[in-house]
């Protein structure tokens, strides 16, 4: 292996530098580069936190070959929450967005995604393969049924996300039974689906978003404008039961690729 290759290693994070490596990697990505904030976010320290990070397991995928002294090791971060853990914080981080009412009377095992962000250069190459094996692994051993999270379109303007927004609402609305709802209700239906440009649509939709439906996903009814991190969000849900089995597995044994 050459010394310039990433030697990459998942775990979640136990030790502090552990910790504040991945809310320094989130400002970088989420206040530096998105333009968004919050209320807890330290620009002194550079950390990018808020009050639900003490409840949250945060999944991080670290190169054993960069500075863990400088807290640049962490290079990849999943932030995730069970239902049990939920229950500790008083509410899931999204419930501020969304009624997750049909999920949680659906009585499966639930379990929360977020903040999920890769430094720079790592990004179009195998990081998020192997930071998604993590948390295949995460899953199958907590026994999780049902996934979900917000996840975000840059910017706040839904006049030049309509067609992506339509595109969403038309091809791939959630089943009634999942189907959670913005709490500030910004329709996602802005124009009719014959007047969508497929692959223009497509092409503005963010990389996880795209990856999170190739897994079969599904989004919520609605979408919300979260200006303090300067997104327009959409709720994503995944029925691991429901999961597209050649998609599933590629993520489940994406630490080998």
Known sequence: MSAHEPLFRVALARAERDILAAQRLRYDVFVDELGGGGAMVDHARRLERDRFDPFF????????????????????????????QARAAGQFYSEDEYDLAPLRADGRRLMELGRSCLHPDYRGGTAMYHLWSGLADYVDRHGIELMFGVASFHGTDTAALAEPLSLLHHRHLAPPDLRVRSRVFQNMELMPEDRIDR???????????????????????????????????????????????????????????
């Open 57 to 84: 397991d945060h999944l991080v995928l670290i190169d054993e070959r960069r500075d863990a002294a400088a807290l640049d090791h962490v290079v990849g971060v999943y932030r995730v929450m069970r239902d049990d």
């Open 199 to 257: 692959r223009r649509a497509m092409l503005k939709v963010p990389a996880l978003i795209k990856a999170y439906l190739r897994l079969g996903g599904v989004v919520g009814e609605g979408a919300y404008i979260d200006r303090a991190f300067n997104t327009t969000d959409v709720c994503l849900v995944m029925d691991t039961a429901r999961m597209n089995p050649r998609q599933s597995a590629l993520y489940s044994r994406g630490g080998a690729r």
